[in-house]
């Protein structure tokens, strides 16, 4: 949290308007809109700590989300297990494929990197929609029992509301830890130079697993809360046009800057609700927007509002501490992520 | 073992295609070092201005082609000069980021303008050869040739001509090629469209064998990619045999092992690759 100095008010005050928001409206489309906001904020604070802070670009992403909504849905529907232990195993499953994938993956650098895992994408998405006798393929799994913990029945969509928010609140905590801790920082030394983190002793290709696992981990757990939420699911959740929405959500709200998934992800999912007419031409508009954001704004707009209060001559006593620091210094830093020295 | 020299036949077609829109991809790679994710959908773009040529304005078949390949010429060297040359400086990342939104870009577009259906475009060339008793249609065998004539000029250019030798100086050595005064921006531009034409040509070429749709361009680019990591990024020759390794490996597998997967067969093929030569098969160095 390195936006604003006291910024911890603002997350706080966030936080409660947010528990607060069910009570004040029952509004199910907004309801609803926050819902998605938060599921696809935890998919996509994932593909921020590996591409953002690891520097590692992975297109792979909405796979593994795929990957967690469809276990949680499988155990759910054929094995009729119940809710926790269904999110518990599709979370840990995710990870799992996640760190085989890491495996062979993380040892390409740069572009090749983010080729090999397009193309994983693009195979676990196959997969999905082509494994019919598990998946039930392009018919869609359907019927997904009611989440349920104990006694408690989330069926409505507040009690839904409060459950993903729970998890949401939780993934951006550990977030936060994660950032701020020596793993964290660790993360940003090799986005900025692998070899160099290298010659630190650092050793890059177990942090580098460690980030990708996490952030598996944390697309898996956004799958499974959204078959829980929806109670219906078809092989499109996983495909590659998910992946580039993602990004999108990314680099419009601040790639390697934490607040920046959330950010980018509700102002976007907002924009393309107002041009739900649009579905299909929506990237018309959010194409280029890619372009100039990479070209004007390459840290989003989590990036230049940090920016901006650097550049503001403040009243305040800086109270950014050393760890705030070596974050900025690394947002200020030319390179976006997985960048290789330029030939 | 007719059904076995068919399905040759037919992988060498795709091998053709998949072989020109690699180079194009290659090219790019090799003097900007930009994966350019958005080459496929010039090469979409490239079929449907020969569709539209051929049906709304009435050309005949080779005009449109040399129009359409004019028209992506035209619009690379803007890709180029609009989004890619900005983006020379920032990190790599950024202009790869930048080439998913010109792709995305790219395929709303079509989408919004002509719509998602499936157009045909009725092949001029549908006579049926027999060739050592193979039946080979007209155009198919077109593909091929066009395909190798293609190849071969290309080669010419960049071996005997002084402007094309500045690509290979450049991407040999960047450096280098400063030194002895070669203009990075005329090279670059260059390129582009060179690979834009080389993928409308392909696009053209392939446009009566397969139907013409806004997301043709989506697997093309994902199997061009998958070919030139495993001939070695930046590599021609490696982008040539990979085409037709491709090409080859997606017909016959498609036949007998499972028509279902046949488009997983390219993946696949990429990750085993990849686990036991992590910088593809014919990389010049470690990287």
């Not at chain 2, 491709?246 to 686990?275: H, M, P, R």
């Amino acid at each position: 949290m390195r936006f604003v100095p006291g910024s911890k008010w603002v997350v706080a005050a966030l936080f409660f308007v947010a528990l607060a928001i069910p009570l004040l409206t029952d509004n199910s489309y907004y309801l609803n809109m926050l819902i998605m906001v938060f599921i696809w904020s935890i998919a996509v604070s994932g593909m921020n700590i590996i591409a953002g802070y690891a520097g590692q670009l992975s297109l792979a992403h909405a796979g593994f989300f795929g990957i967690g909504a469809y276990t949680l849905g499988l155990l759910m529907v054929k094995a009729q297990m119940s809710f926790l232990v269904s999110l518990a195993v599709s979370v840990v499953l995710t990870g799992m494929v996640g760190a085989v994938v890491g495996m062979i993956s993380l040892r390409l650098k740069g572009h090749y990197f983010a080729i090999f895992s397009l193309c994983m994408g693009v195979i676990l998405s196959l997969v999905i929609e082509k494994w019919e006798s598990l998946t039930e393929g392009v018919r869609g799994l359907l019927g997904i029992p009611v989440p349920k913990i104990g006694s408690v029945e989330f069926s409505t969509l507040t009690s839904q509301y409060y459950l993903i928010l729970f998890f949401f609140v939780l993934a951006m905590f550990v977030n936060r830890q994660i950032i701020h801790s020596l793993v964290g920082r660790t993360f940003i030394s090799i986005r900025n130079s692998e070899e160099l983190a290298e010659s630190l002793g650092i050793h890059a290709m177990k942090s580098k697993m460690l980030a990708f696992v996490y952030s598996t981990v944390l697309a898996g757990l956004a799958g499974a809360l959204y078959a829980g939420y929806l109670r219906f699911l078809g092989p499109e959740i996983a495909s590659i046009e998910h992946a580039f929405e993602m990004l999108l959500y990314l680099l419009v709200g601040g790639i390697g800057t934490l607040w920046g998934p959330v950010v980018g992800t509700a102002l976007v999912m907002t924009l393309m609700q107002w041009l739900q007419s649009w579905q299909d031409y929506r990237m018309i508009i959010f194409g280029p927007i890619l372009v100039l954001i990479v070209m004007f704004l390459p840290h989003g707009i989590m990036g230049a509002f940090a920016q901006l209060k650097k550049n503001q001559p403040s009243v305040l006593p800086d109270t950014t501490d050393d760890k705030n620091r070596g974050i900025e210094r690394g947002v200020n830093d030319r390179r976006l992520a997985g960048g290789e020295s330029d030939a | 073992m007719d059904l076995f020299f068919q399905q040759i036949v037919n992988g060498l077609v795709l091998g053709s295609i998949y072989s020109l829109v690699a180079l194009g991809i290659t090219l790019i790679y090799g003097i900007m070092h930009l994966p350019n994710f958005a080459h496929g959908h010039l090469y979409m773009l490239g079929a449907y201005v020969t569709f539209f040529l051929i049906t709304d304005y009435g050309l005949s078949y080779w005009p449109a082609i040399l129009f359409a390949v004019a028209i992506l010429v035209v619009i690379g060297m803007l890709l180029e000069r609009l989004v890619f040359r900005p983006l020379h400086h920032a990190p790599h990342i950024n202009s790869m980021i930048a080439s998913i939104g010109v792709m995305l870009f790219i395929e709303a577009i079509a989408r919004k303008m002509w719509g998602s259906d499936y157009r045909r475009l009725d092949s001029p060339y549908d006579g049926i050869i027999d060739l050592f008793g193979l039946n080979i249609t007209e155009q198919r065998l077109l593909v091929i040739v066009s395909a190798v004539v293609l190849m071969i000029g290309l080669h010419l250019f960049l071996k005997r001509t002084v402007i094309g030798s500045t690509i290979e100086a450049m991407a040999q050595n960047r450096e280098g090629a400063f030194l002895v005064g070669i203009n990075a921006n005329k090279v670059s531009l260059m390129t582009f469209a060179i690979a834009s034409g080389l993928a409308a040509a392909a696009a053209s070429l392939a446009a009566p064998i397969n139907l013409v749709y806004p997301s043709m361009g989506a697997m093309v680019n994902l199997k061009a990619f998958v070919i030139i990591v495993l001939g070695g990024m930046g590599s021609i020759p490696g982008a040539v045999i990979g085409g037709y390794i491709l090409g080859l490996a997606e017909s016959i597998s498609g036949t007998y092992i499972n028509s279902e997967y046949k488009d997983l067969a390219a993946f696949v093929l990429l990750i085993l690759i990849l686990t036991v030569r992590p910088t593809g098969l014919f990389a010049k160095e470690a990287r």
